[in-house]
């Protein structure tokens, strides 16, 4: 009997397998790069640490500075703050940086309400780590409110963005060659950022789409989408320069204003693990309410991470926080293995203005308003294998990021999306949403561009591939939308993207 069952359990997992259906979108992205023609989908595979070409290393080779070492005492009525920073003060003085440390038991901060105090990392190789997230493990707690203050955030001192050169000619979305003006200030390894503003190029963007007027960032003598993307230097051939990673957008030569390479200053190696962060939201005596005031939005946010490349948070957990963890101008960065949960707060985990964030293997559980997002001119941000509350949005903030992935997600909605409508549409192109299971209280219809309602869903003509729920649920202003209902091959579209490029082999055949 248990033999027929095993051959009977195969059976019908050969047959779910043997019935899904292997994506033309996917097929398509294939015989696009064999072929050297640009794909329908963009490569999302740019994405994470070191661009997923390497594991996160081991820290245990490197020098431990133990925070009780420098007056942090655990389980006590004491603030930590203080003995936090002088810790991590000594592990910036040291060459190679070094592991904060955090021994097992609960360390308290936030003593007063100023918000411009907060744990300050400003050097790279700097890594916080705890003793486990769960029972038994590192717990640190904030304890007073501090409004639109992150409690430990990682910024570097210099922020400069200098012009290098400009770029003199147009180049296709998922290239990797620009032809610039000078290069006598760029080098092979150098990172740099593609920067353009200007409403002539928003408009040929756009088009044919139309824009509202109330969008009104997009318009006049310093209006525009921003365009803020990121790249590593891989070659120089006179004036002509290759990067590692592909541009996402076409980018065209406009009279108004011109497409600069700028240099791109960041801390790097840095991370977060093995801690549990909690705060005193959970006993503020109202539930949340959305935008209700700063109290319910942003007075307990714990870790920010602002222009740093190569570094990760993995192996945490965010309970009762009005923010969780904020990444901006993030470059190659890895979120892994993260949970979410307690009283519901804002939002959860969100990337702005930078190239090639990680999500992967999160869970939101509904404790925060906004699941995993992106905003604010973001490239190639990929939430995979994540999964979402109920009624809990995808978090699209405005500002028009693009070319972003939502791959093998389970849970979550589209409506309510942030951001204020000045800053809309709330997505350029390519937002692709990828075996995507919508699950919702109610039977839901998406306009995707609607200029009529001021909560609209301003997403330029999204990709949907495989979008299964568990309502009714229908599309207006599509992109393309293709086997609703059913499961597609590859199950993720990161992980078969990534394979392809570091190995050649495609995992969905």
Not at 84 to 107: C, L, M, T, W, Y
Not at 261 to 289: M, P, Q, R
Not at 319 to 334: C, K, P, T
Not at 390 to 417: C, E, M, R, W
């Amino acid at each position: 009997m248990k033999k027929l069952f095993l051959t009977m359990s195969i059976l019908a997992l050969y047959s779910i397998t043997f019935a899904q259906k292997v994506s033309p979108l996917w097929t398509d992205f294939v015989e696009a790069k064999q072929g050297g023609k640009t794909p329908i989908l963009p490569d999302f595979s740019f994405a994470g640490y070191h661009f997923s070409e390497k594991p996160i290393p081991e820290v245990s080779g490197k020098k431990v500075f133990n925070v009780v070492d420098y007056g942090a005492k655990p389980n006590d009525d004491e603030y930590d703050d203080e003995a936090i920073q002088r810790a991590i003060n000594a592990a910036e003085k040291n060459k190679d940086g070094g592991v904060v440390f955090f021994p097992s038991g609960k360390f308290l901060i936030a003593a007063d309400t100023d918000s411009t105090k907060y744990i300050r990392v400003s050097k790279s190789n700097i890594i916080l780590k705890g003793s486990g997230s769960g029972a038994g493990g590192t717990e640190i707690y904030q304890d007073k409110m501090r409004i639109n203050g992150r409690q430990i955030q990682f910024k570097p001192t210099d922020l400069s963005a200098k012009k290098l050169t400009t770029i003199t000619k147009d180049a296709d979305r998922e290239s990797f060659w620009v032809e610039v003006a000078d290069v006598s200030a760029l080098k092979v390894g150098q990172d740099v950022v593609i920067r353009h503003k200007s409403e002539e190029f928003t408009k040929i963007y756009f088009a044919p789409l139309q824009l509202k007027p109330e969008w009104s960032r997009l318009f006049g003598d310093k209006g525009g989408m921003l365009i803020n993307e990121i790249h590593t230097i891989e070659k120089i051939e006179g004036n002509r320069v290759k990067f590692k990673n592909p541009l996402h957008f076409d980018l065209k030569i406009v009279k108004s204003a011109a497409f600069e390479l700028a240099a791109y200053h960041y801390i790097e190696e840095c991370g977060v693990e093995d801690i549990l962060f909690t705060s005193n939201w959970k006993t503020y005596g109202e539930d949340f309410v959305h935008h209700k005031n700063a109290i319910h939005d942003y007075a307990w946010e714990a870790v920010g991470m602002e222009y740093v490349k190569n570094s990760w948070v993995r192996n945490c957990e965010f309970r009762d926080w009005n923010e969780g963890l904020y990444i901006r101008s993030g470059y190659q960065v890895s979120v892994l293995n993260v949970n979410f949960k307690g009283k519901k707060g804002h939002a959860s985990v969100h990337a702005r203005t930078g190239y090639g964030v990680l999500i992967k293997n999160c869970h939101f559980n509904d404790a925060q308003h906004h699941g995993a997002g992106t905003g604010y001119s973001a490239v190639g941000t990929v939430i995979t294998q994540c999964t979402l509350g109920s009624d809990q949005n995808i978090d699209i903030h405005s500002g028009q990021p693009f070319a972003t992935l939502y791959d093998d997600i389970k849970g979550g909605v589209f409506y309510n999306l942030g951001g204020p409508e000045p800053g809309h549409p709330h997505h350029g192109k390519h937002l692709v949403l990828w075996n995507f299971q919508h699950q919702s209280a109610k039977d839901q219809h998406y306009n995707f561009w609607d200029l009529n309602k001021r909560r609209n869903y301003t997403i330029a003509q999204p990709i949907l591939v495989g979008f299964q729920s568990d309502r009714k649920i229908s599309f207006e202003n599509v992109g393309i939308n293709q086997d609703q209902g059913k499961q597609v091959l590859p199950k993720s579209l990161f992980e078969a993207q990534l394979t392809l490029r570091l190995t050649g082999k495609n995992i969905a055949k």
